[in-house]
């Protein structure tokens, strides 16, 4: 890839968000009703390829539940307010209820209450009585201390998610989660990201990952590239991380990771792109916090808004746009990419001429020119 110089010392290569680029329609089209939206991980199939952000303003065990039952994958944050209180309804109402100045504080006194091991199983069993698929999210940091209690209690999907993730994390302090081994030792399919990069994707396939996140605080409760200065314009790592995944499966011998976007994913359109760059599936946390049954009240905040040190995040007001169905499957009241999500994403396969997803990732796309 020809890179650009930004000065005499320093060279990049250019990169694309979701924005820069456009799919482009072919000789075929199709009848929207024909195109399938299925998406299978594991041995775990789903009617649509949507998995739910493990962020606590768009995902209770209800929710989770919800989005389930529609089809999709909804993944319950372990180190939430549903694991730390029994019942988090004044919590919720109090940092929906606080002033903005006033929030980053209000989040980080509440989510100091320890987490709860026996509210870990709880939740979990709720899920799983429910019949859905179930689904639980630790950090990397967290991971060994909760996981043997995870696993106790039962998830058929298990997804170590932080803003990067690294097979080869050094630290001085602790010892460092181990990720071939302890997915090795694992029954269970792991998710884990995120990654942004071919390289640190292709590390993390090697771990035995059944899934891999792409992102890096792309969502719109970060604010990790004020903060760290880091940033990953989507459509590049999604088509990068999709090159990972295909030199993988030929040094693997035919081992296939799933690769899931995992932010700058607001519309429908957003969602469309992520899939036509390569993306298996999408995580979706704005979008799913924007729902009637959301538990945010129309605000949504990520697990970086709550750290005691160095808050990377925020609270932000997206909103109510309808109930969870009426987002992924309509009918769409408005013409702006919120509601519908799923119809969109049929209409946009059928304009182009491909069956399901994994036609649709060989779509051709251009990049937009700006004056």
Request: glycine residues 10%; proline residues 5%; aromatic residues 6%.
């Amino acid at each position: 890839m020809n890179e650009i110089e930004i000065g005499r010392s320093k060279r990049a290569k250019p990169a694309y968000a979701f924005d820069d680029i456009a799919v482009v329609p072919t000789r075929r089209t199709r009848d929207p009703q024909d195109v399938s939206t299925t998406w299978a991980i594991d041995a775990y199939k789903f009617e649509i390829p949507v998995v739910a952000a493990p962020m606590d303003s768009a995902m209770s065990p209800a929710s989770a539940i919800a989005l389930g039952r529609l089809g999709g994958l909804g993944v319950l944050d372990l180190e939430g307010l549903w694991t730390r209180y029994e019942d988090p309804t004044q919590q919720l109402a109090e940092i929906a209820n606080a002033k903005d100045e006033d929030a980053t504080a209000v989040l980080q006194r509440i989510y100091q209450k320890p987490i709860q091991p026996e509210l870990i199983t709880q939740r979990l069993k709720e899920i799983r009585d429910s019949g859905v698929t179930v689904a639980g999210a630790l950090s990397p940091q967290r991971t060994a201390e909760f996981s043997e209690v995870v696993l106790k209690a039962g998830v058929d999907l298990f997804v170590i998610r932080g803003n990067t993730v690294s097979a080869e994390h050094v630290s001085k302090n602790q010892e460092p989660l181990n990720l071939k081994d302890f997915i090795y030792k694992l029954d269970v399919p792991v998710i884990v990201g995120g990654a942004a990069t071919y390289t640190a994707a292709l590390h993390l396939m090697r771990t035995g990952a059944a899934g891999v996140l792409v992102g890096f605080g792309g969502g719109a409760a970060t604010s990790t590239r004020k903060i760290l200065g880091i940033h990953a314009p989507m459509a590049t790592a999604v088509a990068d991380v999709a090159a990972a995944r295909r030199d993988y499966m030929d040094e693997s011998g035919g081992r296939y990771v799933h690769v899931i976007a995992d932010g700058g994913l607001g519309t429908s359109g957003d969602i469309v792109k992520a899939i036509a760059c390569g993306a298996d599936a999408v995580m979706l946390g704005t979008v799913l916090a924007r729902a009637a049954e959301a538990p945010g009240h129309g605000w949504h905040w990520g697990p970086e808004a709550v750290s005691p040190s160095l808050p990377r995040g925020q609270r932000v007001w997206v909103g109510t746009h309808g109930t969870i169905e009426s987002i992924l499957n309509g009918p769409a009241t408005t013409a702006n990419g919120t509601e519908n999500l799923i119809g969109a994403v049929r209409r946009s396969m059928a304009t182009t001429g491909y069956s399901d997803l994994k036609e649709f990732q060989r779509v051709d796309v251009v990049v937009n020119q700006y004056e």
